[in-house]
Every structure is written in C-alpha cells, then in structure tokens.
C-alpha cells in the first residue's frame, strides 16, 4: 500500500464547477500537507501548503485537512480552463519523508 | 528570481549509454531532491542532499544510478549503463532547508527516452 493514495482520474468538469480532489494517507506522523499543480511538460508548483488538521483557503482554492481520517482536500470554486492540469497531494513528517499521490488530471471544459 | 534549472530538457539515448542530468537550485537553499516521475506513477524519490550532510540515498533503484552535489549548488544525477525502463521524467527540487515546513519548489525536469 502506498503511503498516499490518490485517485489518478481522469476528471472532466464544466467550466464554474466546483472541484473537489481528495487523498488519503496513511502515515501518523505526517503533519504537513501540499497540493501542487503539474502543467504538461513542466514541474510541479506548489499551490497550497498547511500543517496539520483544518482548512486553508487561497482565492478560489480552498485545502482541507482532516487527520482523525487522514483525508486531504482541495476544492477549486469556478473552475476556469486555466486550471486544467494534474494535481499532486504530497504529505509529510519532520523530516526527508515528503510522499506524492499519484497525482488526477483534471479538465476543464469551456 | 530564477528557479531551479535543469538541463537538458529533453535526452535520447541508445540503451547501454551512460547519461548525465545537471540540476540547479535556486540560489541560497541548501537542501536538494532528486525525483523521477514516470507516467501515471506519480513521484518517486531518488536522492536528498542537505547541506555538507550525507546524503540520503535510500531512493535510488539501483547500483547504476549515482548523484553528486558540488559546493553545495550544482547537482548531476548519472545513470550508467542505461535501460528502458529508465525512461521517464527526472525532476530536480530544492528548498531552503531539508525537513519541517520547508515546501520544495521544482525544475521542469528531464525528460529522458531510452532507445
């Protein structure tokens, strides 16, 4: 079992649409969380960053932790074709033990 | 500011070959990550440098592969003796510190192809 699991998609939504990418973990000693947006053919940017249970919001981005369940969130409002692109949750501890999920590509469709 | 840079974007290679994947990071961060990204495989750690630490390379797949970072900047992952299942994308990331609270900020990879 990986230690973060995330559904690869992919996901194709209508523009203005409400997003919702998940992932779960499952590493206790994970305390930070990312999502990072990955374009074609660039690297990973990271879009989102927080540190332990609770929410997070960024414009129209939103990241949720919840670590009872160990369950990671990223909710985009008004989906634009701009956001089109994979999203990788990523999680880690204290240390050199930050773990991708695989990462869901998204669509988003004028 | 300039973010991390590596180079070359793209390598073809004929299997057998040895190949050299430079990276570097953004000035003043001290740690420093190899990756490698395959498709629908996500990331896969390779090599962490920080500081005049030992690195931790607890990643690497195999006996071929081998990473070096010079003065603390510059960082060249070689691959010897290359195989397919070695294509894919190499992602180089660095940070200001290793560990707690320190986001990685990444290069755009090279996308390596074995022939």
């Known amino acids: 079992q990986k230690e973060v699991e995330q559904d690869p998609g992919p996901l194709s939504v209508p523009e203005g649409a409400i997003v919702s990418l998940n992932c779960t973990y499952s590493?206790?000693?994970?305390?930070?969380f990312m999502w990072y947006r990955q374009y074609s053919r660039k690297g990973p940017e990271l879009l989102m960053y927080?540190?332990?249970?609770g929410n997070k919001e960024d414009g129209r981005f939103t990241a949720q932790v919840d670590k009872s369940s160990k369950y990671i969130s990223l909710f985009i409002r008004d989906s634009q074709p701009s956001d089109s692109a994979t999203y990788l949750c990523?999680?880690?501890?204290?240390?050199?033990?930050?773990?991708f999920g695989a990462g869901t590509r998204l669509t988003v469709k004028p | 500011g300039a973010g991390v840079s590596q180079s070359p974007s793209n390598k073809v290679t004929e299997k057998g070959k040895d190949v050299e994947l430079r990276c570097d990071p953004i000035s003043g961060h001290t740690a420093l990550y190899w990756y490698r990204q395959s498709l629908g495989q996500g990331l896969e750690f390779l090599i962490y440098?920080?500081?005049?630490?030992?690195?931790?390379k607890s990643g690497l797949p195999s006996d071929r592969f081998s990473a070096e970072r010079t003065g603390g900047s510059v960082s060249t992952l070689t691959i010897q003796r290359t195989q397919q299942e070695d294509s894919a994308v190499y992602l180089c990331a660095s940070s200001f510190a290793g560990g707690r609270n320190q986001p990685q900020h990444f290069g755009d990879g090279t996308r390596l192809s074995i022939l």
């Open positions: 990523a999680s880690q501890g204290g240390g050199n033990d930050m773990r």
């Open positions: 590493n206790s000693a994970f305390q930070y």
């Open positions: 440098f920080q500081g005049n630490s030992a690195p931790d």
């Open positions: 927080t540190y332990s249970s």
